[in-house]
């Protein structure tokens, strides 16, 4: 599948023209409309994504949510690292923003995306069909946003990131009043949660183990990688499932498997860190020191006793 980095390449990967701003790109539909991809295979890319259809009839798929369009307005949104795909008539009315991480660090680094915008942490992320009443201030934030954003002013982004975080309000406004509303939404919420940090410590696990593992079991960020989820997605979902960090779920990873090591094989001491993928043996000899208070040999001697 392909996997887009770009907001240039995102664009070229739909066949339109290139964005004027490597980290922030708005569109209406309409504009895209001559040249866009009707039919796009599934693809991913890395950015975070609201949209507001007002006219325009086919279908979309996120995550694993697919939505027909239909007469109704429909507020939808991309997560980082999401399938997304699409076949539609090429009739649609309404905008569109596209956001890299970069862009929310240098503007709104005051936000928390994934805690602020629930919206954005949902697996299956969930198309809205809003009223005429809850579309209006979207639509005029999305309308203040384009032209500040095509009037090639010095300053237009002191006024588009404002008016980029007033849209997110009101789509969290709408979401919050849809959730409520429906159903089980929280709860497949937590189930996907505890889905993902299950197929995480199984990761773990495993790559600890292997021998040759299929990426460096330190790096938490090749975690993302191999799960298919932004980092700080899964950073996270790890924080407000489990109370820890990322980083604390390998260091536990590597003292299941250090203990398992020191009692049922004749490894010594320091064949045991190069097994488990440590460059140097007094980095693992800290760790395991300061996740216990015993060095390997006083575990292994503690072993005897009992």
Same mark, same amino acid.
């Given at each position: 599948m392909k996997h887009i980095t770009t907001l240039e390449a995102y664009c070229r990967n739909i066949q339109i023209?290139?964005?004027?701003?490597?980290?922030?790109? *708005?569109?209406?539909?309409?504009?895209?409309?001559?040249?866009?991809?009707?039919? $796009?295979?599934?693809?991913?890319?890395?950015?975070?994504? $609201?949209?507001?259809?007002?006219?325009?009839?086919?279908?979309?798929?996120?995550g694993q949510f697919a939505k027909e369009h239909d007469s109704?307005?429909?507020?939808?949104?991309?997560?980082?690292?999401?399938?997304?795909?699409?076949?539609? $008539?090429?009739?649609?009315?309404?905008?569109?923003?596209? *956001?890299?991480?970069e862009f929310m660090e240098q503007y709104l680094p005051q936000l928390s995306i994934l805690n602020d915008y629930p919206f954005f942490r949902i697996d299956q992320t969930i198309p809205m069909q809003v009223t005429h009443e809850e579309a209006t201030p979207m639509l005029t934030s999305f309308e203040v946003i384009h032209d500040e954003y095509y009037s090639n002013?010095?300053?237009s982004f002191r006024l588009i990131a404002p008016h980029t975080r007033l849209l997110l309000e009101y789509t969290r406004r709408c979401f919050e009043k849809y959730a409520a509303g429906a159903e089980g939404i929280t709860e497949k919420n937590r189930h996907a949660d505890v889905l993902?940090?299950?197929r995480l410590k199984v990761l773990i696990e495993s790559s600890f183990a292997d021998s040759e593992p299929s990426f460096h079991p330190h790096a938490a960020n090749l975690y993302a990688d191999y799960l298919h989820v932004h980092p700080n997605y899964l950073?996270?979902?790890?924080?407000?499932?489990?109370?820890?960090?990322l980083k604390a779920l390998i260091q536990e990873g590597v003292l299941f498997q250090a203990?398992?090591?020191?009692?049922?094989?004749t490894l010594s001491n320091k064949e045991i860190p190069y097994r488990l993928h440590f460059e140097e043996p007094t980095h693992f000899n800290a760790l395991f020191k300061k996740m216990t208070q015993l060095t390997p040999g006083q575990y292994r001697e503690s072993l005897k006793e009992n």
């Amino acid at each position: 599948m392909k996997h887009i980095t770009t907001l240039e390449a995102y664009c070229r990967n739909i066949q339109i023209p290139d964005p004027k701003h490597a980290n922030y790109d *708005i569109r209406s539909f309409e504009e895209n409309m001559k040249t866009v991809k009707a039919s $796009v295979e599934p693809f991913r890319h890395e950015f975070y994504a $609201v949209a507001l259809r007002m006219e325009g009839e086919g279908f979309t798929k996120t995550g694993q949510f697919a939505k027909e369009h239909d007469s109704a307005y429909t507020v939808f949104f991309n997560s980082p690292y999401q399938e997304i795909s699409w076949d539609i $008539v090429p009739n649609w009315k309404g905008f569109y923003i596209l *956001i890299t991480y970069e862009f929310m660090e240098q503007y709104l680094p005051q936000l928390s995306i994934l805690n602020d915008y629930p919206f954005f942490r949902i697996d299956q992320t969930i198309p809205m069909q809003v009223t005429h009443e809850e579309a209006t201030p979207m639509l005029t934030s999305f309308e203040v946003i384009h032209d500040e954003y095509y009037s090639n002013r010095k300053d237009s982004f002191r006024l588009i990131a404002p008016h980029t975080r007033l849209l997110l309000e009101y789509t969290r406004r709408c979401f919050e009043k849809y959730a409520a509303g429906a159903e089980g939404i929280t709860e497949k919420n937590r189930h996907a949660d505890v889905l993902l940090i299950s197929r995480l410590k199984v990761l773990i696990e495993s790559s600890f183990a292997d021998s040759e593992p299929s990426f460096h079991p330190h790096a938490a960020n090749l975690y993302a990688d191999y799960l298919h989820v932004h980092p700080n997605y899964l950073n996270a979902v790890v924080k407000r499932t489990t109370g820890k960090t990322l980083k604390a779920l390998i260091q536990e990873g590597v003292l299941f498997q250090a203990k398992s090591l020191l009692s049922s094989t004749t490894l010594s001491n320091k064949e045991i860190p190069y097994r488990l993928h440590f460059e140097e043996p007094t980095h693992f000899n800290a760790l395991f020191k300061k996740m216990t208070q015993l060095t390997p040999g006083q575990y292994r001697e503690s072993l005897k006793e009992n």
